[in-house]
């Protein structure tokens, strides 16, 4: 998975932006608002080679609809091989409102994201972070995760900054040392944003 995944980095680092993916010590936190009852939808944001898909899988054994939507194709098709249950969309996630809808849901319980943020335009974050809040559902809990090392540089500070604006409640979870960077995940719930306009 490693050299997958440098092969991607080197291909197109603004996309892939790391060179190593998230340790399992990262998945299990990121992923722990998943469910371990019921039948949730849940979203899957830039899964890459599926250092949490394995932990939504694990969470959710075989119930509800795991969706991850990848825009790498060459992510993808490995993802949708390994596991048969996942349903991988091969699409940029500003449209997941649209993927959700042509799957027959027009809400998300969870959404996890595994997207590079600070390598994204100020304009692409927003759009990203626009399609979050316009699926999540009123008591979901969306995840993210940023390196501790560039906490305070401004693509950070600037993501910090959006999350506050869209959901009322953020908070800041503690630094997985055991992750390549060190890094930390930001639990957002309450959408400021309605979940789903009236039609």
Same mark, same amino acid.
Request: charged share 15%; aromatic share 14%.
């Given at each position: 998975m490693r050299g997958t995944f440098l092969r991607e980095f080197l291909r197109d680092p603004f996309t892939v932006a790391a060179i190593a993916p998230s340790s399992?010590?990262?998945?299990? !936190? $990121?992923? =722990?608002?998943? @469910?371990?009852?019921?039948?949730p939808v849940v979203v899957e944001l830039g899964p890459g080679t599926g250092a949490f898909t394995a932990a939504v899988q694990h969470r959710l054994t075989g119930r509800g609809h795991h969706l991850a939507v990848e825009?790498?194709?060459?992510?993808?098709?490995?993802?949708?091989?390994?596991?048969?249950?996942?349903?991988?969309?091969v699409a940029d996630a500003r449209h997941l409102r649209e993927v959700l809808a042509d799957r027959g849901h027009q809400r998300a319980d !969870? $959404?996890? =994201?595994?997207? @590079?943020?600070v390598a994204f335009a100020p304009h692409r974050q927003d759009d990203l972070l626009d399609a979050v809040t316009g699926v999540l559902a009123p008591g979901g809990v969306?995840?993210?995760?940023?390196?501790?090392?560039s906490r305070w540089a401004s693509p950070a500070r600037r993501l910090r900054g959006s999350l506050n604006d869209r959901f009322e409640e953020v908070v800041t979870g503690r630094?997985?040392?055991?992750?390549?960077?060190?890094?930390?995940?930001?639990?957002?719930?309450?959408?400021?944003?309605?979940?789903?306009?009236?039609?």
């Open positions: 399992a010590s990262l998945a299990t !936190v $990121i992923t =722990s608002p998943v @469910p371990r009852e019921g039948a825009v790498n194709e060459r992510f993808a098709r490995p993802l949708a091989a390994r596991y048969p249950r996942l349903d991988v969309a !969870v $959404i996890v =994201s595994g997207l @590079p943020w969306f995840t993210t995760f940023g390196y501790t090392f630094t997985v040392w055991a992750n390549l960077p060190p890094a930390f995940v930001y639990f957002c719930r309450r959408p400021r944003v309605p979940a789903l306009s009236p039609a």
